[in-house]
T-cell receptor
Framework: DIQMTQSPSTLSASVGDRVIITCRASHDINGWLAWYQQRPGNPPKLLIYKTSTLEGGVPSRFSGSGSGTEFTLTISSLQPDDFATYFC??????????FGQGTKLEIK | EVQLVQSGPEVKKPGESLKISCEASGYSFTDYWINWVRQMPGKGLEWMGTVYPDDSETRYSPTFKGQVTISADRSISTTYLQWSRLTASDTAIYYCARHHGDTNHGVFDIWGQGTMLTVYS
């Protein structure tokens, strides 16, 4: 199985800040990486797939980049709605999907 | 509207069996894999397995293979996750989620609302 490691586990930031969350894969995943946002009491919401493709309706302040085993999610200017938990997920091998452990984005 | 609607919360005792459901609407049910994802209390997401409703082909994570059964009934656009003998460690929220509508790759664009399962004696 491919292991996914996110950092940091918790991030404290303020409205308007630029934040970066990192996800590292144990093997090259050829860019097959997605990011999700989960607010308390809700299912995850897809933000980005194939490393950098924004899902429809997702604000452009969210962006993704990376290659090989290192990937990042950037939020350019935090909004109040963005305080949530973020998960990365690799899907490089069909029917063998794994998620990162999550990054909780908190208000400073 | 494309949506997945899951069955309601369950409270069960250890050793009992259970089958929870996920009903799809708003798209061609047989065209996209449906996945099940576990989230234990306060924890992250774990992919459990997937089913292709057209022919009911299933694939499982090694962690969950033999522990649960995933199935689909194309006549009512519904997928299922079932246990034959529950334990307290099955306490979690279970989500169904669809493979992406544009790519049909293993990234999940539509999620059910989740089914909370509590197992205690």
């Amino acid at each position: 199985d491919i292991q996914m490691t996110q950092s940091p586990s918790t991030l404290s930031a303020s409205v308007g800040d630029r934040v970066i969350i990192t996800c590292r894969a144990s093997h090259d995943i050829n860019g097959w990486l997605a990011w999700y946002q989960q607010r308390p009491g809700n299912p995850p919401k897809l933000l980005i797939y194939k490393t950098s493709t924004l899902e429809g309706g997702v604000p452009s302040r969210f962006s993704g980049s990376g290659s090989g085993t290192e990937f990042t999610l950037t939020i350019s200017s935090l909004q109040p709605d963005d305080f949530a938990t973020y998960f990365c997920q690799q899907y490089s091998s069909f029917s063998s999907y794994t998620f990162g452990q999550g990054t909780k984005l908190e208000i400073k | 509207e494309v949506q997945l609607v899951q069955s309601g919360p369950e409270v069960k005792k250890p050793g009992e069996s259970l089958k929870i459901s996920c009903e799809a609407s708003g798209y061609s049910f047989t065209d996209y894999w449906i996945n099940w994802v576990r989230q234990m209390p306060g924890k992250g997401l774990e992919w459990m397995g997937t089913v292709y409703p057209d022919d009911s082909e299933t694939r499982y994570s090694p962690t969950f293979k033999g522990q649960v059964t995933i199935s689909a009934d194309r006549s009512i656009s519904t997928t299922y996750l079932q246990w034959s003998r529950l334990t307290a460690s099955d306490t979690a929220i279970y989500y169904c989620a669809r493979h992406h509508g544009d790519t049909n790759h293993g990234v999940f664009d539509i999620w059910g609302q989740g089914t909370m399962l509590t197992v205690y004696s």
